[in-house]
């Protein structure tokens, strides 16, 4: 099983685009099948150095590397990289 940890610091007064980024992330979880699990999180805290994280689950690196590539998924990715400051990510065997 493969963790694909992603973190994002968004742009300030780009809030409403944010959420509909998240809900647009959240809503590819039963649609593309290579999604094990999914979580999503906005920092409650504030001040963080991130804004919000995605934590999913797969099967395999084919699988995430399916999933990267899934044109669903590309699409959103495209919304966040017009409203991000920087982005993080890791990916790790469980």
């Excluded at 992330?25 to 804004?51: R, S, T």
């Excluded at 590539?69 to 990510?89: F, G, M």
Aim: net charge negative; charged share 30%.
């Amino acid at each position: 099983m493969i963790k694909h940890v992603v973190m994002w610091k968004f742009k300030e007064g780009t809030e409403k685009e944010r959420d509909e980024f998240l809900t647009k992330l959240q809503g590819l979880y039963g649609v593309i099948p290579q999604i094990k699990e999914q979580e999503i999180g906005v920092d409650c805290a504030g001040g963080g150095n991130y804004g919000a994280v995605l934590v999913s689950l797969f099967d395999s690196m084919e699988d995430l590397e399916a999933y990267k590539t899934d044109p669903r998924h590309v699409a959103v990715s495209e919304l966040c990289k017009s409203i991000r400051e920087s982005r993080v990510a890791v990916d790790y065997q469980v």
